[in-house]
Nanobody, 113 residues
């Protein structure tokens, strides 16, 4: 089983990034997926969640209206589109399959002011 995140980097405040998480080793289309993040010195927090079909999504209040989670089951990939980024969005972002408790290794997003 692998979850491999990509797309992180350095961006200015107000900018955008799209994170991707490529899954392998399990039946991706059958499982809901989530994105978490962990800022330095803080606990890991749930950012967004998407159902197995993609029909249902949920977001942390801090990212509502700015981030969009989506998935392409044919590509075994889940995405996180992040717009209007703020310095407080700086964190390592992790892909997670909740039902199996699978985690990726994370991708670093740094937003400069």
């Amino acid at each position: 089983v692998q979850l491999v995140e990509s797309g992180g980097g350095l961006v200015q405040s107000g900018g955008s990034l799209r994170l991707s998480c490529a899954a392998s080793g399990f039946t991706f289309r059958s499982y809901a997926m989530s994105w978490y993040r962990q800022a330095r010195g803080k606990e890991r927090e749930l950012v967004a969640h998407i159902s197995s079909s993609g029909a249902s999504t949920n977001y942390a209040d801090s990212v509502k209206g700015r981030f969009t989670i989506s998935r392409a089951n044919a590509k075994n990939t889940v995405y996180l589109q992040m717009n209007s980024l703020k310095p407080e969005d700086t964190a390592v972002y992790y892909c997670h399959a909740p039902a199996k408790d699978y985690w990726g290794k994370g991708t670093l997003v740094t937003v400069s002011s």
